[in-house]
């Protein structure tokens, strides 16, 4: 699929639900000029590329973080590989993997240092998991110039009166400096999961 054509999906999307907001709920919003987006998508393909590069690498260094457990979990439960791996994708979500981890440093871990540094590193993960759920789940608004111009989350608010939509958040400078910062602390973060494991190993052996 081209670029264009995915621009064409994101500004229908976008759209159709800023619309709900104000329209009764049978009446359809405008179809988009998608010819016109298209023309002008060229203006914008810098910029959007450059988003579209730092979504695709928070997302992929974030799951390649998270097959880190895997590692922690063999050791932990002093098993083998594939058996770790069956118990990671048994458990199939990231709070259940990281409930599992943390009882089990409770149950094992008693160098206090080793322990410590390892509940830093899960806390350091859990905050890009809430950034990485916040690209992987909104919705991505396009302007008529092909531009990303904002994210609305997916998540449902609910007050005494109305249901609403999550936050939306729009695509400025911080926000591009934002998405630069999270890449390179999850790239620092997964040498640190890799530098813990040895010492991981060390401690747990040294108790058999």
Same mark, same amino acid.
């Given at each position: +699929?081209?670029?264009? @054509? ?21 009446? #359809? ?22 988003? #579209?590069?730092?979504?695709?690498? !928070? ?13 922690? /979990? +063999?050791?932990?439960?002093?098993? @083998? ?6 118990? &990671?994708?048994? =458990? ?5 993997? =990281? %409930?599992?981890?943390? *009882? #089990?440093?409770? /149950?094992? =871990?008693? %160098?206090?240092?080793?322990? *410590? @540094?390892?509940?830093? =590193?899960?806390?350091? &993960?859990? %905050? ?15 302007? %008529? ?8 989350? +997916? $998540? ?6 109305? #249901? ?19 890449? $390179?602390? /999850? ?5 640190? !999961?890799?530098?813990?494991?040895? *010492? ?9």
């Amino acid at each position: +699929m081209k670029v264009a @054509d995915e621009i064409r999906c994101g500004a229908a999307t976008a759209r159709r639900f800023e619309s709900a907001q104000t329209m009764p709920s049978t009446q #359809l919003p405008p179809k988009p000029d998608f010819a016109a987006i298209e023309a002008a998508a060229p203006e914008s393909v810098d910029r959007r590329t450059l988003i #579209l590069a730092l979504i695709g690498n !928070l997302i992929c260094s974030w799951s390649n973080n998270e097959s880190m457990l895997i590692y922690v /979990l +063999m050791m932990l439960l002093r098993t @083998d590989q594939a058996s770790a791996a069956i118990v &990671f994708a048994t =458990l199939n979500t990231t709070r259940a993997r =990281l %409930d599992l981890i943390q *009882r #089990l440093a409770l /149950l094992h =871990l008693k %160098d206090k240092a080793l322990d *410590r @540094d390892l509940k830093k =590193l899960i806390a350091r &993960f859990n %905050d890009s998991t809430r950034l990485r759920n916040e690209f992987n789940h909104c919705i991505y608004s396009v302007d %008529d110039h092909g531009k990303i111009t904002q994210t609305q989350s +997916m $998540r449902i608010v609910e007050t005494r009166t109305s #249901l609403q939509f999550g936050e939306t958040r729009q695509m400025d400078e911080q926000r591009i400096k934002e998405m630069l910062d999270a890449n $390179r602390s /999850l790239t620092q973060l997964n040498r640190e !999961l890799w530098d813990i494991l040895p *010492r991981l190993q060390a401690h747990l052996n040294s108790k058999t």
